[in-house]
């Protein structure tokens, strides 16, 4: 990776407001609570019109004393972070992404919320990451467009994907520029002999390069010179 353009980038980031950010909002009913010694992990059903995404969120730590508190049905929002950690799959390692949650809390139904007290009403939903870094690596194969960031102050790669047939937004970007992306977690149902099993996959909706004026010396900026 360069380096230098990559300081570059992300001083512009800092100077025009913007911060670090690696972000997942979430918000629906919990189908599924796994609970084991070091963690738990939460699947919640998210519809999104005609489709149902079920992300699994995993909890640590305190984080897992916190979650342990819900149950089966709750309706809950959730605050987490996309992470890598490495995955032994017979004798080869590779990196599985998930989300770690940081925080879980109740919510009410929109009649509850306005009245201030119990009623029947509708639920809102919420699927969303925000997420920002310097492009890694980027490819299409068969209109599947892969994008990878590495998060600031990360060790490990995001990979983000986008099924857009328009192909003219991915051909601006270039390696090590950087990227702000807002996006949503699908989920894709799979039969294996392990029974059923949802993939997670993280889809851009939306993405942009912060805007800068042009400058001789971008190590000035940072105080480097």
């Known amino acids: 990776m360069n380096s230098k353009k990559s300081i570059y980038n992300y001083s512009f980031l800092l100077i025009q407001g913007g911060s670090i950010m690696n ?15 070091f963690f738990t992990a939460i699947t919640l059903a998210i519809p999104n019109g005609s489709v149902i995404n079920y992300p699994s969120i995993y909890f ?3 984080e897992k004393e916190m979650a342990d508190s819900y149950k089966k049905n709750d309706y809950v929002n959730i605050t987490g972070q996309i992470k890598a950690r490495g995955v ?9 992404q998930y989300i770690k949650g940081s925080l879980i809390y109740l919510v009410k139904n929109e009649m509850s919320e306005k009245f201030l007290c119990n009623l029947n009403g509708r639920y809102e939903y919420i699927n969303e990451f925000l997420i920002n870094g310097p492009i890694v690596k980027k490819e299409i194969t068969n209109d599947v467009i ?15 994907r986008s099924y857009s047939k328009n192909h003219s937004w991915y051909d601006e970007y270039k390696e090590n520029d ?3 992306i807002k996006g949503l977690v699908q989920t894709l ?26 400058i001789d010396d971008p190590y000035n900026i940072l105080g480097l010179a």
């Open 23 to 37: 972000k997942v909002l979430l918000q629906g009913q919990i189908v599924n609570i796994y609970k084991q010694e």
């Open 60 to 62: 640590y730590k305190n």
């Open 88 to 96: 032994k799959n017979g004798d080869k390692w590779y990196m599985k």
């Open 146 to 160: 892969t994008i990878a960031i590495r998060p600031h102050n990360e060790k490990f790669n995001i990979y983000l």
């Open 178 to 180: 950087e990227l702000c």
């Open 189 to 214: 149902r799979r039969n294996n002999q392990y029974g059923i099993q949802y993939y997670q996959n993280f889809i851009i909706e939306y993405s942009g390069i912060p805007s800068s004026p042009e």
